[in-house]
């Protein structure tokens, strides 16, 4: 028997099978949403739980600001941060550029990583009216559950109380009398009065006063500025 397929069997044969594709597909499609929708409410459950989460971010971005604002103040300072220090663009041709100025950069990476206790920090965020004029209709229109990071994305300016790590003093004032970092040794004298004074009283063994006792108040690294700053609950 010969047989000769018609047009009309085509045309149904092609409708049932691009039928079938499509509602695959939307079998599919249904699964993919309905994990992605459990993956953003799995994410917005930790958000909530889980204090440390906006306060890392926070803490990430003052960090590289206090950075920005350190390097910007020193006339001399010839170090900046950011630095690529590697060629190429796929894995096959990718290098390490390997020269002083990656060891410079290194150096001044450790020093600005390790001469400031970050994790102690604490800060407190001045309201929108002190950034940028033309982005006060956004910074206030801003909302979040977490009043703390709302009060982080509203703000227009922040202050920031860091603590030198105990055995930086020396090398701290020397990079913010110079612009230049100061990795042991010998101090270098430096043509500053109020710098060498500082440095003094620093190093200078004090007796006891003699006479009545008396009371002062001295700043400590646990002094809160403004609740959950850090992760505590405070009133």
């Known amino acids: 028997i010969t047989c000769e397929r018609t047009?009309?069997?085509?045309?149904?044969?092609?409708?049932?099978?691009?039928?079938?594709?499509?509602?695959?597909?939307?079998?599919?499609?249904?699964?993919?949403?309905?994990?992605?929708?459990?993956?953003?409410?799995?994410?917005?459950?930790?958000?909530?739980?889980?204090?440390n989460f906006y306060r890392e971010i926070e803490q990430t971005v003052l960090r590289k600001n206090c950075i920005s604002y350190m390097i910007d103040q020193m006339p001399t300072a010839t170090n900046t941060f950011g630095k690529k220090m590697y060629s190429g663009t796929t894995m096959n041709d990718y290098k390490v550029d390997v020269t002083q100025q990656l060891d410079t950069y290194k150096s001044f990476v450790t020093f600005m990583e390790q001469a400031f206790e970050w994790n102690i920090m604490s800060y407190k965020f001045y309201?929108?009216?002190?950034?940028?004029?033309?982005?006060?209709?956004?910074?206030?229109?801003?909302?979040?559950?977490?009043?703390l990071f709302r009060a982080f994305m509203q703000s227009g300016m922040a202050r920031v109380v860091l603590t030198v790590r105990p055995g930086f003093e020396d090398a701290v004032?020397?990079?913010?009398?110079?612009?230049?970092i100061w990795n042991g040794g010998q101090l270098p004298a430096i043509e500053d009065a109020m710098y060498l004074s500082i440095l003094?009283?620093?190093t200078e063994t004090k007796g006891l006063p003699e006479g009545k006792a008396w009371k002062t108040r001295v700043p400590t690294s646990l002094t809160i500025l403004q609740a959950e700053s850090i992760g505590l609950e405070v009133d």
């Open 7 to 51: 047009i009309e069997a085509l045309t149904q044969w092609r409708l049932d099978t691009y039928n079938a594709i499509i509602l695959a597909y939307e079998d599919r499609l249904a699964e993919y949403n309905a994990k992605v929708a459990e993956q953003e409410e799995k994410e917005a459950t930790l958000k909530e739980t889980n204090p």
């Open 200 to 202: 003094d009283e620093l």
């Open 127 to 147: 309201p929108y009216y002190w950034g940028n004029r033309e982005e006060w209709s956004t910074l206030y229109n801003y909302e979040n559950d977490d009043p």
């Open 173 to 180: 004032l020397h990079y913010m009398a110079t612009g230049n």
